[in-house]
């Protein structure tokens, strides 16, 4: 990850965008200290799946779907409401 600032990010537009196409974020820092990131599409869409699907495709939970599931039940039994389900399974 790289860090530019706003100014010199301007002049140098094109190679933020291929090194964040490459799967590398940059940050963009402005005078008054707020920043930005610059992602790729695939990567702010694989974002958008929510925390569970960020979990599964980075490998945190291991292979397939079953191996986070088991994880949350597990949570699930040994903390509190926080992590219950907000409607029981199979309910749409």
Do not use: C, H
């Not at 963009?28 to 992602?39: F, L, M, N, P």
């Not at 960020?54 to 079953?66: C, I, K, N």
């Amino acid at each position: 990850m790289r860090s530019w600032q706003s100014s010199v990010a301007r002049a140098r537009l094109s190679r933020i965008i291929d090194e964040a196409v490459a799967g590398k974020p940059q940050f963009i820092q402005r005078r008054d200290g707020k920043e930005v990131v610059v992602v790729s599409r695939d990567s702010y869409e694989r974002m958008q799946g929510g925390l569970k699907t960020f979990l599964l495709d980075d490998g945190y939970a291991g292979p397939g779907e079953a191996a986070f599931d088991a994880i949350m039940v597990d949570i699930r039994a040994t903390t509190d409401a926080a992590f219950l389900p907000r409607r029981p399974p199979n309910e749409s």
